[in-house]
């Protein structure tokens, strides 16, 4: 098993629970990690046989940028629904934090997913 990672992206979004994060958008910083077999892509040197790191980057902004949810939790769900679209991958890890809600102080989640 190996792990793919995109961190740090920031992204603009439309999520929270009050109303003017529903219509202003801000900043969201994801760090994504992504378990699965690499042993197929170590010999072949074929990009067929790993993950896309530039596919999961256009999927992670597309969800953050395309919906709009109350809760990180659920943002993340939806996140990890999308990257568990690739039947190889078989297990992340998102992080999601609003780094411009307060002055100093950073809030966030991270959920381990499964498949």
Do not use: C, W
């Not at 992206?9 to 077999?37: A, I, M, W, Y």
Request: charged fraction near 25%; avoid cysteine; glycine fraction near 6%.
């Amino acid at each position: 098993m190996a792990t793919i990672f995109i961190r740090d992206l920031v992204v603009n979004g439309r999520h929270g629970v009050h109303e003017h994060e529903k219509t202003t958008p801000q900043p969201f910083k994801l760090s994504v990690e992504l378990e699965f077999d690499t042993s197929h892509a170590q010999q072949s040197d074929d990009i067929g046989d790993t993950l896309d790191y530039s596919a999961m980057r256009q999927t992670i902004i597309s969800v953050v940028e395309g919906s709009s949810y109350d809760l990180l939790e659920r943002l993340a769900q939806v996140v990890a629904d999308k990257l568990f679209e690739d039947s190889r991958v078989q297990q992340l890890r998102i992080s999601i934090e609003k780094p411009a809600v307060y002055d100093t102080g950073v809030p966030g989640v991270t959920i381990d997913f499964t498949r």
